[in-house]
Every structure is written in structure tokens, then in C-alpha cells.
């Protein structure tokens, strides 16, 4: 049984070491498995450590019900012998048995309270013992030879470490670090629903649920005050308009987080949502449109969009 529980043990602290052993960033998802394993580890060890605890009361009531059987079959009187654990519970107190107090009994008396001059218990002198020799380890651990660190060091390494995880997140995730310049609008259908959630939280209340507009304006339609192509959207979003009460979102969303809402606000385009704002701002002609435009070379094309802008100047 205890070999069954060490192997046990072993497996768990193998385990635990083999976590350590890999990359901070999959530390976090497995730390989760970890706890899992843990718990499961350490809720099987106590049921063996029960179980084991049962068997072996159990075989104990046994093995002395056999040996007092033959002992007066013999006629000879039964001694049981002592328990390890008795006989350490013994050592470890070492208290005048209750029949021979009488022997340690002080002769002084105060209002009937006497005084038993039984020894300090080992085990609290034990204790004693060991804590002088841990706190001359710390002493010199800690502030002699100074290899163990103290807290602030401690604290100082922890944060130099985070610290550098993060320099090694940026410079493995480029993404994180778009711009106005470096902003492309992003298509796939995951970074595009992650735009939408962002949207919902944040933006809605003002431009409303369908990009229809309220307090913002509409963000379906064809025309921009700040621009309608994805770096003008970015930094409108980027920068906010503080002086007509949309904020700068800059320190509540990561880039990415922009570049997803920007790219998914420009799917809105021509949704048509129902009570509609009114357009506001300039007629945008993203830049494919204009180069087929161009490549058409007819005037009534180009001055029907120049009229269609100029409408929309007055
Ligand atoms: C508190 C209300 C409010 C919230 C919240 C808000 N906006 Fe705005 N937004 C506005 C207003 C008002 C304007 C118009 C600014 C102006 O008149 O120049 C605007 C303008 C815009 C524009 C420019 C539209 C154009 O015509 O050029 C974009 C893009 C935009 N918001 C996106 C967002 C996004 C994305 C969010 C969420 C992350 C958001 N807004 C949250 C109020 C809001």
C-alpha cells in the first residue's frame, strides 16, 4: 500500500516538473490541467492513505485476537506488544503517567493550586531545537550569503520577467502592433465575429445595434465624416472624436481589437438597417470602385459621382 502511495507521489511530482519544463506561453492552459491533475492525485492519494488506514486497524484487531486466543489456550497471561506509535507518543511527550503524579508533585500549595514538576514536552523543545536551526539557515540564506532573495528582490524579478514575456509577445505577434499605416481590413469569419462582440459592448449604444446611428452617426451608409476606408476608420476610432462625444478608444481596446471593430463596421456597408440616420459627412468611393470608374473612362459615370458628391457637400 505505502509503495502504491509513494508511486503515486512520484508520478504527481514527475508531472508537476514535466509542466515547468515547457513554455511560459503554454503555462497558462496548462496550469488549469494541472490544478485538474492535482486534485485528482491528490483526492486518490487520501482515499489509498483511508483505506490503508482501515486495513491495517483492521488486521491489527485480528492478528491480536489470534495471538490472545492461543496465549490462553497456553495458559500463559497475553502482553501486547507496543504500537510504534505508542511508543513515539510516548517519546515525544514524556509525561508522568496520571497513577504517578504523585512523584513529581511540588510541596508548595497556594489556596489549594499545586504544582506538577513534570519535564518540558520533548516534542515542544523539538520544535524549540528546529526553529533555531531554520533561523540560523535564514539568517544566512537570506541576508549572509544572500542566494535565497528577499521579497522585494523577489517582486523586482517577477515583474523583470513579465516584463520580458511581454517584449517576447510583441515580437511574436506583429498583428498586435498595427496602425493607422499598417491597418488592413481583416475578412475572416472569426476576427469579424470577435468585431461584432467589441461593437456590441462598446459602440452600439451610440451608433446603435445595426450601425443604423442614434447619438452617433450612421455607419451603414456611403457617407463619412472622418473618412470611410479602413486606416480613416481606424483612426477615427483610434483618436475618437472627444469634442462631439465619442471618446478616444486607444486605451480600452488593443489594436487589434480596433483594427477587428474597424473592418467589421465596413461590412456594415449597404446593410440598409431599418429607421436609419439620416447620411452625414462625404460620399466615399472606396478605391476599387474608383480605378474600375477610371479604367470605364466615360464622363456621364464620372459626373454622375461628381454630382452625386457635390449633393452631398450642400
Ligand atoms: C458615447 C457615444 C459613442 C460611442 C460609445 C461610440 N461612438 Fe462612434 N461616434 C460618436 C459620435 C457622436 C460620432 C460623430 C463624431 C463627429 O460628429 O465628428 C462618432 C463617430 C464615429 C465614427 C466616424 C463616422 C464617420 O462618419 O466618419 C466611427 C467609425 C465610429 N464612431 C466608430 C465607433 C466605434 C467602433 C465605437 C466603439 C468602439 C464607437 N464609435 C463608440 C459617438 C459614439
Same mark, same amino acid.
Given at each position: 500500500?505505502?509503495?502504491?502511495?509513494?508511486?503515486?507521489?512520484?508520478?504527481? $511530482?514527475?508531472?508537476?516538473?514535466?509542466?515547468?519544463?515547457?513554455s511560459?506561453?503554454?503555462?497558462?492552459?496548462?496550469?488549469?490541467?494541472?490544478?485538474?491533475?492535482?486534485?485528482? $492525485?491528490?483526492?486518490?492519494?487520501?482515499?489509498?492513505?483511508?483505506?490503508?488506514?482501515?486495513?491495517?486497524?483492521?488486521?491489527?484487531? &485480528?492478528?491480536?485476537?489470534?495471538? +490472545?486466543?492461543?496465549?490462553? +489456550?497456553?495458559?500463559? +497471561?497475553?502482553?501486547?506488544?507496543?504500537?510504534?506509535? =505508542?511508543?513515539? &507518543?510516548?517519546?515525544?511527550?514524556?509525561a508522568?503517567?496520571?497513577?504517578?503524579?504523585?512523584?513529581?508533585?511540588?510541596?508548595? /500549595?497556594?489556596?489549594?493550586?499545586?504544582?506538577?514538576?513534570?519535564?518540558?514536552?520533548?516534542?515542544?523543545?523539538?520544535?524549540?531545537?528546529?526553529?533555531?536551526?531554520?533561523?540560523?539557515?535564514?539568517?544566512?540564506g537570506?541576508?549572509?550569503?544572500?542566494?535565497?532573495?528577499?521579497?522585494?528582490?523577489?517582486?523586482?524579478?517577477?515583474?523583470?520577467?513579465?516584463?520580458?514575456?511581454?517584449?517576447?509577445?510583441?515580437? /511574436?505577434?506583429?498583428? +498586435? /502592433? $498595427?496602425?493607422?499605416?499598417?491597418?488592413?481590413?481583416?475578412?475572416?469569419?472569426?476576427?469579424l465575429?470577435?468585431?461584432?462582440?467589441?461593437?456590441?459592448?462598446?459602440? =452600439?449604444?451610440?451608433?446603435?445595434?445595426?450601425?443604423?446611428?442614434?447619438?452617433?452617426?450612421?455607419?451603414?451608409?456611403?457617407?463619412?465624416?472622418?473618412?470611410?476606408?479602413?486606416?480613416?476608420?481606424?483612426?477615427?476610432?483610434?483618436?475618437?472624436?472627444?469634442?462631439?462625444?465619442?471618446?478616444?478608444?486607444?486605451?480600452?481596446?488593443?489594436?487589434?481589437? &480596433?483594427?477587428?471593430?474597424?473592418?467589421?463596421?465596413?461590412?456594415?456597408?449597404?446593410?440598409?438597417?431599418?429607421?436609419?440616420?439620416?447620411?452625414q459627412?462625404?460620399?466615399?468611393?472606396p478605391?476599387?470602385?474608383?480605378?474600375?470608374?477610371? =479604367?470605364?473612362?466615360?464622363?456621364?459615370?464620372?459626373?454622375? $459621382?461628381?454630382?452625386?458628391?457635390?449633393?452631398?457637400?450642400?
Open positions: 500500500m505505502n509503495k502504491k502511495l509513494g508511486l503515486i507521489i512520484l508520478m504527481a $511530482v514527475l508531472s508537476i516538473a514535466n509542466v515547468n519544463a515547457q511560459t506561453a503554454d503555462m497558462v492552459s496548462t496550469n488549469t490541467a494541472l490544478y485538474i491533475v492535482a486534485g485528482f $492525485v491528490f483526492i486518490v492519494a487520501l482515499l489509498v492513505l483511508g483505506v490503508s488506514v482501515v486495513v491495517l486497524r483492521l488486521l491489527r484487531v &485480528m492478528v491480536r485476537q489470534e495471538l +490472545e486466543k492461543k496465549a490462553t +489456550e497456553k495458559g500463559v +497471561e497475553f502482553v501486547e506488544e507496543e504500537s510504534w506509535w =505508542s511508543k513515539f &507518543m510516548q517519546k515525544a511527550n514524556d508522568v503517567p496520571v497513577e504517578e503524579e504523585e512523584t513529581v508533585l511540588l510541596d508548595h /500549595n497556594y489556596d489549594g493550586i499545586r504544582e506538577l514538576d513534570n519535564h518540558l514536552p520533548p516534542w515542544w523543545k523539538w520544535m524549540f531545537y528546529l526553529s533555531i536551526v531554520f533561523a540560523v539557515v535564514y539568517m544566512l537570506y541576508h549572509v550569503i544572500g542566494n535565497m532573495p528577499l521579497q522585494l528582490e523577489e517582486y523586482k524579478a517577477e515583474v523583470y520577467a513579465a516584463n520580458e514575456a511581454a517584449k517576447a509577445r510583441l515580437a /511574436n505577434a506583429p498583428v +498586435e /502592433n $498595427v496602425d493607422a499605416n499598417s491597418v488592413v481590413a481583416i475578412t475572416d469569419a472569426a476576427s465575429q470577435k468585431g461584432k462582440q467589441i461593437y456590441l459592448n462598446n459602440c =452600439s449604444q451610440c451608433h446603435k445595434d445595426l450601425g443604423e446611428g442614434g447619438i452617433g452617426p450612421n455607419l451603414t451608409d456611403d457617407y463619412w465624416l472622418h473618412g470611410g476606408d479602413i486606416s480613416s476608420v481606424f483612426t477615427t476610432i483610434q483618436k475618437g472624436v472627444p469634442e462631439k462625444g465619442m471618446i478616444s478608444w486607444e486605451p480600452l481596446l488593443s489594436p487589434t481589437q &480596433m483594427q477587428n471593430v474597424a473592418s467589421y463596421i465596413l461590412t456594415l456597408r449597404g446593410t440598409n438597417p431599418p429607421n436609419a440616420k439620416e447620411p459627412g462625404e460620399l466615399f468611393v478605391e476599387v470602385i474608383e480605378d474600375a470608374l477610371d =479604367s470605364v473612362d466615360t464622363e456621364e459615370v464620372k459626373e454622375a $459621382v461628381d454630382s452625386l458628391q457635390m449633393a452631398s457637400n450642400n
